[in-house]
């Protein structure tokens, strides 16, 4: 009897840890992203665009290494990386930790260069620049920075009301069109 309860506590806990199961249970469908939603337009540089893809990226894989995929880190993980994906669309980090999501590997955490709170301010920051140089493109991308900046620090007074007047003015930021944009397209 107790040959058989140790066989089926070990069957138990090698199912309990099999990559098949971990994976079915995390997968997370990637961005949809064939080009980028900025054109040459935006007020930044290319080299610019791909700095802030790469720490998108960075954030989001962190994002989802802490909380080891659970809860909405997934899900919010999906705008940062769609967001990097339109900035720099072959960017290296955006792509692989895209990659790795849509097969359930939690990205190893890598050193960022940034604290939440930094990358909070330096996207409220550079997202006002981007309102005051007008032009769409660079509204549209000014609204996406100054709420992921309310999301990264909620502490931060300026960005959280930066990004609740623009709510109340222009509506809910849509995220499909960073995150599902190719879906929407015919």
């Not at 894989?61 to 909380?67: E, G, I």
């Not at 809860?71 to 895209?98: C, Q, T």
């Not at 409220?124 to 709420?147: D, H, M, V």
Request: hydrophobic content about 45%.
């Amino acid at each position: 009897m107790k040959a058989i309860w140790q066989a089926v506590c070990v069957g138990i806990s090698c199912m309990a840890v099999s990559p098949a199961e971990e994976r079915s249970a995390f997968a997370v469908d990637p961005p949809k992203v064939a080009r980028s939603m900025f054109s040459q337009d935006l007020g930044m540089l290319d080299s610019e665009r791909d700095e802030y893809a790469t720490n998108l990226a960075a954030f989001a894989a962190n994002q989802v290494a802490a909380a080891k995929g659970a809860g909405k880190s997934a899900a919010e993980a999906r705008k940062f990386l769609g967001l990097a994906l339109h900035l720099s669309p072959r960017n290296k980090k955006a792509i692989v930790v895209s990659f790795q999501l849509s097969k359930g590997v939690v990205p190893e955490v890598t050193e960022g260069n940034y604290t939440p709170q930094a990358f909070a301010r330096l996207l409220l920051t550079r997202g006002q620049l981007l309102e005051k140089q007008g032009g769409g493109e660079n509204k549209k991308l000014a609204r996406f920075f100054i709420q992921l900046a309310a999301e990264l620090d909620p502490r931060n007074e300026d960005a959280v009301y930066a990004s609740e007047v623009h709510r109340l003015d222009q509506g809910e930021v849509d995220w499909s069109t960073v995150t599902d944009a190719d879906a929407a397209a015919p």
